[in-house]
């Protein structure tokens, strides 16, 4: 298991991190910066292919770390997701947190989806820790979490 106390509180490598794990998996991925950015973390485009035509879907990514507090993220600390998304005319929103969502957020998340047309979707510790065991980017947790990482018997020297 990760233990997302080894990254810094202002959550700036947790933001680093989730990037690289899009970009490792083929997203085009624009990450706001430091500082103030109304809950817009990172954009990422997703390329969908099919047969006859090519589809673009653009994610609006919301991260939250309180890994130290332990805090679980609510309905609050989530922001107005709808109008969030439609400012910068996203599909979908995946808010990504080190600890966990309220089950009243996940409810928000749930009617967003079924009423606003906008594809919900989030990612708790454990969901994170599922997306950095894929082999495209299982490296990154001998970079971002070095004190965990000993736990795990593979390594990657190369990516």
Same mark, same amino acid.
């Given at each position: 298991? @990760?233990?997302?106390? +080894? $990254?810094?509180?202002? =959550? !700036?490598?947790?933001?680093?991190? /989730?990037?690289? /794990?899009? &970009? @490792? #998996? *083929?997203? +085009?991925?624009?990450? %706001? *910066? &430091? *500082? %103030?950015? =109304? *809950? #817009?973390? $990172? &954009? !990422? %485009?997703?390329? $969908? #292919? =099919? +047969? @006859?035509? +090519?589809?673009? #879907?653009?994610?609006? /990514?919301?991260?939250?770390?309180t890994a130290n507090s332990g805090k679980s993220i609510g309905r609050n600390d989530a922001g107005n997701i709808t109008e969030d998304c439609n400012a910068i005319g996203a599909d979908g929103y995946i808010l990504v947190c080190s600890t966990q969502p309220t089950a009243s957020l996940v409810t928000r998340l749930e009617e967003i989806e079924k009423n606003q047309n906008i594809i919900t979707r989030f990612w708790d510790v454990i969901e994170i820790e599922k997306q950095l065991l894929k082999p495209n980017t299982f490296g990154l947790i001998h970079t971002f979490f070095p004190e965990s990482s000993k736990n795990y018997l593979w390594r990657i020297y190369n990516a």
């Open positions: 298991m @990760l233990d997302f106390k +080894e $990254l810094p509180d202002d =959550g !700036v490598k947790f933001e680093q991190l /989730i990037k690289e /794990i899009f &970009v @490792l #998996r *083929g997203f +085009e991925t624009h990450w %706001t *910066g &430091v *500082g %103030t950015d =109304g *809950g #817009r973390d $990172l &954009v !990422v %485009t997703e390329k $969908l #292919r =099919g +047969e @006859l035509s +090519e589809y673009n #879907r653009k994610w609006l /990514i919301s991260c939250k770390h």
